[in-house]
């Protein structure tokens, strides 16, 4: 177990989440075709854990990796479908901080499916199930200035722009700057504020 990991031993569960639009699910080999168009992208392998794939066997193993996040409790990697039960992207909740108090969601959709309101809908159904995690404090999102879509779907799900963060990571070799989106979660409320006196 990582310093990062929560305190609870075994793996996580991944829970299926519904929304109108959206079903957040556990990935299967049949999702292969949605890693292997992400690969495609030219910006999906050099931001997120999406390589280059040449091959199905590439794109199942990435499958593999989502579900060996689970066993090592790093976070909840979700499959995002649609209503025919395809995958159209992915939403990740990954666990940081000491004894996972902040939770950082990370998203990609499938070029085909973009401009369908996938994402928004997906931060939106993951955030709300999130929310009332024990444990969790704070849930963050890093997104590049660049990227309107992807900030506007974390605005439309209720983050609030915190800042810019300069050259907060690197991204393709270069620093990046990345806007700073986070709300508070159902348990940081009833624990309270704390302010140093």
């Known amino acids: 177990m990582t310093a990062d990991a929560p305190p609870t031993p075994g793996p996580l569960s991944l829970p299926e989440l ?21 690969s495609y992208d030219p910006l999906i392998p050099v931001i997120t854990s999406v390589p280059t794939v040449d091959s199905e066997e590439e794109a199942l193993a990435f499958v593999e990796r989502q579900q060996g996040r689970l066993r090592e409790r790093v976070g909840y990697p979700f499959a995002v479908a649609d209503a025919d039960d395809r995958a159209v992207g992915f939403i990740i909740l990954q666990l940081r901080g000491a004894e996972g108090a902040r939770g950082s969601i990370g998203y990609w959709t499938c070029p085909s499916q973009r401009r369908r309101g996938y994402a928004a809908e997906a931060v939106e159904v993951l955030t709300a199930w999130a929310r009332d ?3 969790l404090d704070r849930l963050e999102l890093y997104v590049e200035p660049w ?10 799900a209720g983050y609030e722009r915190e800042g810019l963060l300069r050259a907060w990571e690197r991204v393709g070799g270069e620093p990046r700057d990345m806007y700073m989106y986070a709300q508070l979660t159902a348990g940081s409320s009833a624990r309270g504020e704390h302010r140093p006196s």
Do not use: F
């Open 18 to 38: 519904v929304g109108a639009r959206v079903r957040l699910r556990g990935w299967r080999s049949t999702d292969a075709h949605a890693v292997r168009e992400a």
């Open 133 to 135: 995690l024990p444990d």
């Open 147 to 156: 990227n309107e879509g992807s900030w506007r779907a974390a605005e439309s």
